[in-house]
């Protein structure tokens, strides 16, 4: 992202092989911002929030978020609507990044407030591709800075 | 001999007197001698006579023979029809034209539970239950007036009245008898307390039944879309792993790259028997190990594949509209033209009824069976294959017949199965099609069947419901 590499890429996806793929998939797309792995929904609102583990915590929240709907401990759908019905983080983009490819649910998705919805690629070199793909996106996407 | 021959003989008889008297007058005024000739016509006069009565006596007698005859046989008509009365299991009553009861037999009086002698002189009223008894007199007046038949010679199923005010139901048969300036109507009684009573518990065995068969199927189709689900889910899930085996044996692969570029340079720092281990490691084990795994992540996501499409198949709601199955064959079989002709196949379509179902079902239906029977011809037998159908009450059936090289007995079970191939392994495929084919035919309301003989060839037969159950058109 254009914009200061502040921006710091909060990936929450529980399956840690998938994690790992995007992370290296990312950088070979010359992302370089920092990427932070979380493994699962109340995680990553503590996070957002600042709460429990991460109360007193002084990270930036000017974040984009690649978020995965088969969380443990509350589901993606949850994190996404907690997130957009607060003033602090409802600026947050979202990218939704999951192995779902049912309309409905992905209207859902939208519905909720999420910036863009990507379906998982089952096979892994389109999976490789898609995440590249992203990168290249994120590389001329602007963030809020946030506050 | 009739009295009238005998009055003409005493006619005869008188003059001859009269003859005889003038006769003799006038003999005793001394004309002439005795009349003997007129004496012995005379005689003969009163002969003729006695035969003549003789006769008619004779034919009093047999005139009374005839007559008792006739009485006897009477007798016996009237003792008959009088006993078929008597003992008809049927009740038989009959009535005047005011609908008063001539008479009652026997099984009436059981049916009715009255006896003739309380009956006969009654209305007919007495034995219906309101309101037909009050009714029962305008309708016999109004056919008595207009002559139009509502029940006489026509029958119909009513309701009785029994003396102790009980009511069930009876079949009634009235005829009508045209006596000599009278009429009246005989009227059958059968009673139907039995029939009405047998349909009515198999009406309640019937709804029973119907009952449970919907259970059954509820719960079929319930655990028939467990099953499907769990193949979705399952399948599903099952992708996950594989991205990230996929996904690793390429980081590993561009790992030994790395370590391969590095290789040369570091090679001379590395004694013998260690340098040509890693050499080894590096061109020969782990290429060889990572073409292992990924060759077993291409099976497994070929199976999955097959999994989700079958459950897909399973799942997918179906459009249903009338097909020119004629039509589609056709365009399927241009599909195969190719291996049609390299093969010399020959196809002969027989006329095929219309069929309504889902089109892009059953192209994969005929598509599958039709490649199949190509593609398993006997090598040396130029290739025929007939596809005919017809229609019948509630399925249409049609039919895949190949001249190839058959399939064993055993065997016939497992082709159904998914990933299951049997014989000779020379045609490429993955054992999936005709699991498919019965997938989508089973969503039709219908079946798949194989009758085969090892080298003579193959008939597959299925069958699509005229009308689908209802919810199958829409799975899951």
């Known amino acids: 992202m254009p914009a200061e590499e502040s921006v710091t890429i909060l990936l929450v996806e529980d399956d840690p092989g998938h994690a790992r793929l995007i992370e290296r998939n990312l950088r070979r797309a010359h992302i370089t911002n920092e990427i932070v792995i979380l493994g699962d929904g109340q995680q990553a609102l503590d996070y957002l929030f600042k709460e429990r583990t991460y109360a007193g915590a002084t990270h930036t929240l000017s974040l984009l978020l690649l978020l995965d709907l088969n969380l443990p401990q509350l589901d993606g759908y949850q994190v996404l609507a907690c997130l957009k019905a607060d003033a602090r983080t409802k600026h947050i983009p979202v990218i939704i990044l999951t192995t779902m490819d049912d309309a409905y649910e992905i209207e859902r998705c939208y519905a909720l407030g999420c910036s863009v919805f990507i379906t998982k690629p089952i096979a892994y070199k389109q999976f490789e591709e898609a995440i590249r793909k992203l990168g290249l996106f994120l590389s001329i996407v602007q963030i809020p800075p946030g506050k | ?476």
């Open chain 2, 1 to 476: 001999m009739s009295a009238k021959h005998v009055h003409h003989q005493i006619e005869a008889l008188q003059q001859q007197v009269a003859s005889l008297r003038s006769a003799l007058t006038s003999s005793t005024q001394g004309q002439g001698g005795l009349p003997l000739d007129l004496l012995d016509a005379l005689q003969v006069s009163l002969q003729e006579l006695y035969s003549s009565e003789g006769e008619l006596h004779q034919q009093h007698d047999d005139l009374v023979v005839v007559y008792q005859q006739a009485e006897a046989v009477l007798r016996d008509s009237e003792a008959r029809t009088r006993a078929i009365l008597q003992t008809a299991v049927d009740a038989i009553i009959t009535i005047d034209t005011g609908g008063l009861i001539e008479s009652f037999n026997p099984a009436a009086e059981r049916l009715f539970g009255y006896t003739a002698d309380e009956v006969l002189g009654q209305n007919i009223s007495m034995l219906m239950p309101s309101p037909y008894r009050e009714e029962h007199d305008g309708y016999l007046a109004r056919y008595l007036q207009t002559g139009d038949p509502h029940i006489i010679g026509i029958g119909r199923e009513v309701c009785a009245r029994r003396r102790d005010g009980t009511t069930f139901p009876v079949s009634l048969a009235v005829s009508e008898v045209h006596l000599a300036g009278r009429r009246i109507f005989t009227g059958i009684v059968h009673d139907l307390t039995a029939r009405v009573q047998a349909e009515e518990a198999l009406r309640r065995s019937r709804d029973e039944l119907e009952v449970r068969v919907q259970e059954r199927t509820a719960e079929l189709t319930a655990a028939n879309e467990e099953i499907k689900r769990f193949a979705y889910i399952v399948s599903h899930d099952l992708r996950a792993p594989l991205i990230n085996l996929e996904g690793f044996a390429s980081e590993l692969r561009i790992a030994c790259d790395v370590l391969q570029a590095a290789l040369p340079a570091a090679l001379p720092y590395l004694e013998a028997p260690q340098r040509a281990d890693v050499s080894r490691v590096l061109d020969q084990d782990i290429p060889e190990a990572l073409g292992f795994i990924e060759t077993s992540v291409t099976r497994m996501d070929h199976l999955i594949r097959a999994i989700l499409h079958l459950s897909r198949l399973g799942r997918r709601d179906l459009h249903l509209e009338p097909l020119d199955m004629q039509a589609l064959v056709q365009e399927t079989l241009q599909t195969l033209a190719h291996q049609l002709a390299q093969r010399q196949v020959q196809v002969t379509v027989q006329p095929l009824p219309t069929v309504v179902a889902d089109r892009i079902a059953m192209e994969q239906i005929m598509g599958n069976l039709l490649a199949n029977a190509v593609a398993y011809l006997t090598p040396g037998r130029p290739g025929e294959i007939v596809v005919t159908g017809e229609r019948r009450p509630d399925v249409t059936v049609l039919h895949v017949c190949d001249n190839g090289r058959g399939i064993a007995a055993e065997d016939i079970p497992r082709i159904f199965e998914p990933f299951r191939r049997v014989g000779r392994q020379d045609v490429p495929g993955e054992g999936m099609g005709l699991a498919y084919v019965q997938m989508l035919v089973r969503r039709h309301g219908g079946d798949i069947r194989c009758h085969s003989t090892l080298g003579v060839g193959t008939t597959f037969t299925f069958t699509i419901a005229h009308q689908l159950a209802e919810g199958e058109a829409h799975a899951g």
